[in-house]
């Protein structure tokens, strides 16, 4: 359903995005890998339509995502509509004054009433666990509630697709873990996943495939997760883990750090 | 520069919000064609930032700190239009959550701060800019453009307030508003505009602006290609009227008080009201002889009295119960 | 501008700092107000803020054409018994706001006490205080629910957006700025001079940090369709709590005329 052909995008004159080409299927659950600054966020606005290939292209549903196109709004509207997008800063996605207008936003511009919208906001916050939390404005909020608060605005209106930049960012263990869960309870509902993370740990958990970003802002590899996390000359050479890495499988589960050795910092900060 | 409620006359009040509400409609469209559709986001991002620019203190000579209002920096940032509209959305958030600046006054506050200081200091720092060409004539012209455009908007306060006393008086001449006349008000509100508080304004907006400029130049507004005549046109015109225009109110409007007022809700029947002179004006801040207030009917102000009585009576329990709260803790 | 004139603190080297920590200090208030908005609060609350609006504007423009003190007197009186049933938060905060305008009003009016010229506007420092008091309790409204009430006074949703959107980034880039300052304050060490360029930096910090979130505020909007309608009006009850606000203002107001 989206597809890129050797897209390219340079901001203020510095590539962030180089020559990508792939395809993702309805259903699929993707993990987009690589080190900051690599062009994963890049890659994420442009499949959201927000920031526009300057060569190449990219395709959803086999229509052309462009400026032109973009600029019809109906066309617009039905895109938006089939595409939720949950944004590294949650902070700047969360932008009115309670809970519950945050939520209903989206419904509100494609138009639903607001019996309709009370309906939806309601399931919404039942599924990410925030009833009770309406009348909060959401800058009061933890950082894990505002992400759920982003993750429910973007479900009320059920996307098609749900990208989420950076998901795990700032979380704590126990949300991180059920963040992970509910992706992945998404997933099986049908929801196509689109995901960018530089957290090893939780890639096998989210996805089954996954795509390296190299620091040249290009596709490094595009391959099953399994097999991308045990190619370590990989990682390494996409510069997103260091030397101290390695991959524990003791215990009957693998899990992935790096040693802190005489006070080198630990390469999932990365 | 904040004007507080109760120094100007609700008739400038009215005439300076009637002038500052079409002149914001202006520069929302404006700023909506020249930003496109990521106007509302910006504006309300700038309005914080210039918020917080006012919160920044500056130190001044003599040991002491001030703040700068930051209109000039954000015209030079972001243009003059977004930058009125964001100065103003602090202004009002100022003036409703945190009780800085009257609410009355609003309109007057937003003309002097987010009219005259963002528009004087952006056309000053354009034309210096178009003589002197080089990145020193930029920095120049924002820090001459602050400088006077702060002293603009100090000058149009002053005025406001030095009108009152010739605009709002009662029969006997004498002052119901800012009772200092424009020979007092001028030289108080411009000798510290003038002597300090402009250089600061110069030096933290060219500060700012320079490091911006090294830091991320893209982030700074292009200057848009013409066009823009008309409007301008429009806006110097507001800024040139407004004076005229309160001093024409001033003859029709200054006796518009209670009394007037008493007439216009009742239609046309007058109420027996007793004008206060200044004698009893005094005497109110007596301390309540007798717990009635003089010249209220006894009854009344007898109420009242226990009211404020109750009132404060809590009022001074409640803090004390609080801080033997804390003592007992600590 | 206004400047304070409290000397600062004599420490020697710390001397210079004294701008910082000013900053910090006001940085710190504002975001505590903001944050004090998202409170369970009393029996204030249950007042909609659209009769609250309304009602402190009528009595603040009544103040200001009043030229009897015990009108001015009335509704100082009737504030601060609403006053006094407040939070002790709140309270704290309107008593605080109403000293300051009381004060600062007295310190204005005094030269045309003594030269002989105040007239009415001896009456100015008394009604400064019961504004202050009005406004200090309008102030406690809950901001979003002051911009649904501006909503049903027909303004337009470019503004309540603009309203509302700025209030958010103060609180996330007042929370930045104060992370840099406190940054500035730990590396400056008391040292002297650089006072303005310091500051710069850190104002233009923020300021890049707030163009790069309202670029990303938009682009979040743009993702949920955003089409230029912002919120509907929420339901307007008349409850005990609104009945009796209104009645004490309409109380206070034929004071006003009939006295």
Known sequence: MLEMISASYSYGGQPALRNASLKIEKGESVCLLGANGSGKSTMLKMINGLVFPDSGKCLFESKEISRKSMSDPRFAKAFYRKMGFVFQNVEAQLFCADVYDEVAFGLRQIGFDETEVRMKVEDALKLTGLLGFEKRAPYHLSGGEKKKVALAAVLASDPEVLSLDEPLNGLDPRTARWLCEFLQDQNAKGKTLIISTHNLELVQEMSRRAILFGEDHTIFADMPSMSLLDDIDMLKRANLVDEYYHKHQDSGHSHFHSHSVSGKPGADKG | ?330 | MKSSKKPSPSRGGLKNDAFVDKSLITFISVLSIIRAQDRQDSWIDRVNAFYKLCCSLFLIVLVALSRSPYFVFAVISVHLLAVALLKTASMKRVLALAATAFGFSCLMIAPAFFMGKAGFASLIPVKALASALIAGMLSLVKFQELTSALKRLHAPDFLLMVLDLSIRSLVMLGEFSLETLQALKMRRLGGRGGGYRSLAGVGGTVFLKSKEMSEEMHQAMVCRGFAGTYRPMGKLGFGLANAGWVLATAGLAALFFFT
């Not at chain 2, 009002?92 to 009219?115: E, K, S, T």
């Not at chain 2, 893209?218 to 225009?245: D, H, T």
């Open chain 2, 1 to 330: 520069m904040h004007i507080p409620e109760n120094y100007l006359s609700p008739a400038t009040c009215a005439v300076m919000a009637v002038v500052a509400v079409p002149a914001l409609a202006v520069c929302a469209k404006k700023a909506k064609q020249e930003l496109s559709n990521e106007t509302v986001p910006l504006i309300g991002m700038c309005a914080a930032f210039s918020f917080l620019l006012m919160m920044f203190n500056l130190p001044l000579p003599g040991g002491t700190t001030g703040h700068a209002v930051g209109g000039a920096l954000a015209a030079a940032l972001v243009g003059p239009w977004a930058a009125a509209l964001s100065v103003s959305a602090a202004l009002v958030i100022q003036a409703v959550l945190f009780g800085d600046g009257g609410i009355l006054p609003l309109g007057a506050n937003i003309f002097n701060m987010a009219i005259i200081l963002p528009f004087v200091s952006y056309f000053i720092a354009k034309a210096v800019k178009k003589v002197v060409k080089s990145q020193a004539g930029e920095f120049a012209g924002i820090a001459i453009g602050a400088y006077v455009g702060l002293n603009a908007a100090a000058l149009a306060t002053a005025i406001e307030f030095g009108i009152q006393p010739s605009i709002a008086a009662d029969a006997s001449g004498l002052p119901l508003y800012c009772p200092y006349p424009l020979s007092i008000a001028i030289p108080a509100m411009m000798m510290p505009h003038l002597l300090v508080a402009g250089f600061a304004e110069a030096a933290f907006s060219v500060g700012i602006y320079s490091f911006i400029k090294r830091v991320s130049p893209i982030s700074i507004r292009q200057e848009s290609k013409g066009g823009n005549k008309l409007v301008y046109a429009f806006i110097s015109a507001l800024i040139l009227l407004v004076p005229l225009g309160l001093l024409a109110q001033g003859t029709a409007w200054g006796e518009w008080g209670a009394e007037e007022m008493a007439e216009l809700v009742e239609s046309g029947s007058p109420l027996g009201f007793t004008p206060w002179g200044m004698e009893n004006g005094f005497s109110f801040s007596a301390l309540l002889p007798d717990y009635t207030v003089p010249g209220i009917p006894e009854v009344v102000g007898y109420i009242l009295s226990a009211i404020c009585g109750v009132a404060l009576s809590i009022i001074i329990f409640r803090l004390a119960a609080g801080l033997l709260k804390k003592k007992s803790i600590a």
